[in-house]
């Protein structure tokens, strides 16, 4: 059996109304400054929180999408005057991610252009804490933050254990108010972690024991929380399937789905769950010959019989949530198809763990697949 | 879904030679000054490591089976003046659990007879490094210590997230020179700790993935490393294994099996593993009425076809790597049993966890059925 290194949060708590304990820990961790960083929908939520907190707290609300370098650079002065100790994310994966670079840079003299990569990032002394309300991103347990680079057109990473937050709280209660949607393409994101790191070249049996378990989560559970988002079993098995897909990042990480939604998000600003969603069973199609056993695995979870059932399976579980299956029916023709394999091949970071070999041409051949009318 | 808490090192390095990185990590972590509490067969490799560190060092030989509240009292003297900003212990589950409690209050005004129970330790300062040298206790990763006051026979438990080692290495090389009979002890133990949590009343998804994995590791590798001790593939696996057990004793814990084996323990001073290993098979067959669908599961793991069946087969496993059936094979008699129930009855924190009420009489009947003649 090949090493690995796990990283995790030393603390996750899971499970309805954890977020009630922020305060305490917070109390007990002794922070006195606190910056948290707040989605929009979730700022009556933070309110709250805050008000129990035995420190001053200034409270960011975050009104974009995707974060951009600017944008970012923009919060980091306004956390740089403030000085925290400890930075607190509550939102999804756009929040948590430029929440745990506010705590790694607000008192850093690295700039974040240059920590784009893996482990560039020199420490953090700043608390990290991350609340997700979202079931899609796993940024709550990942070493891993995304930026758009609006220069380049590029989502950039920065992979570091020091972006692993300290302390999570994973509390099914905040999501039940997040749009059918948003819940459909982000719970698409946590299934693709899941099954790229499962299927992936450099799998580990401990994070295919994470992998699986998310699938079958996600599986059982995205159709029931879609129609009805109150339900909170579905919520928290949702929830638990997307820690699970942000534990599989950090040791094994994602392949081609990813890959190739980059520029997706990047150049055509497509929802990352979204461009994931629709690309996700084209690409199990191209990586299948390269893992049929592990493609039977995954089939079985979804209750098919056969590797090739069961990402029809998928598909049918992605359509019955409303999610497009066609690029094409969200603006992106074959005109773009060229602009979108090359972007795709410069993250090779992603690509060399992709089961199969993809070159520019395969590339192309599955965007092709999406954005014309044969399926 | 019930909630959960998962406390975890934040770094768990898994694999052969990780050990190798402690010296750069210690310098990473700028830790200045030292102490590696080892166990006597590892003082070479202890040496070896301690020589690369950047750090003032102090290195003592662990000399001493389980450890009590008096030999641990002479080790804090040597800590308190040694001042240590990092503990790093190296050895089995006593010298962790001692390592721990080092660490936890080599620099505090609590003494270890005013922690024990659950979470009256507050806080740890120093680091904490835990490198396990056999398979079984999972120290490595759980938030418990254990002592034996000498003065009541008791064996005591210390239950915090502040026992939690900051990172830990599990390097199956340093288990290859493991004894057949520690190996096979010490993997029962870890197989305890997987089917207690497994099977526990208080029982929950997150940690049945890991105990599941945890049984099979062990059910599909124990005899190989029994058998051949420089299989270090079986030796990875029963490490993974163990593991696995230990991340099941934060969130739900074990039950009567350790219940009934802290007398043992504490009075006769029969190992830890030994002990759990003889009683395992007989508390599982009292337990198999409260919780028939997970002993089958148990039992596939076993390859046995049902749950009756599957206990045969982990006394076989038993049989077959050495280990004695019977508490009269190794010096317990009728005439123990009545001491060995009351001193059972006291661990009222393991017995609420078991899947069935364990009354004194039914104590006292599991242990007549390991120290008479009748199978």
Known sequence: MNGIILYQPQKIAFGTQVVLQLPDDCRQAGYRRILLLAALPLLDTANRLAASFDAETQIIEYRFGEPTVDYFDGLLNIAGEFQPDCVIGIGGGSVLDTAKLLAALCDSRQNVREIFGKNFLKGRNCGLICIPTTSGTGSEVSPNAILLDESSMEKKGVISPYLIPDVCYIDPDLMVGLPARITAETAMDALSHCIEAYTNKYSHPVIDNYALAGIRLIADNLEIAYHDGQNIDAR?????????????????????????????????????????????????????????????????AFGAASAGEGIEKIKALSAACGIPQKLSEIGISRSDVETLADLAMKVTRLLVNNPREVTKEDAIDIFMKLVVNNS
């Open 236 to 300: 928290a098995a949702l929830a638990l399937g997307s820690m699970y897909g942000g534990l599989c990042l950090g040791p094994v990480n994602t392949a081609a789905v990813h890959a190739l939604s980059y520029g997706l998000g990047g150049k055509y600003h497509i929802s990352h769950g979204l461009a994931n969603a629709i690309l996700l069973p084209e690409v199990m199609k191209f990586n299948l010959p390269a893992s049929p056993d592990k493609y039977r695995e995954i089939a079985l």
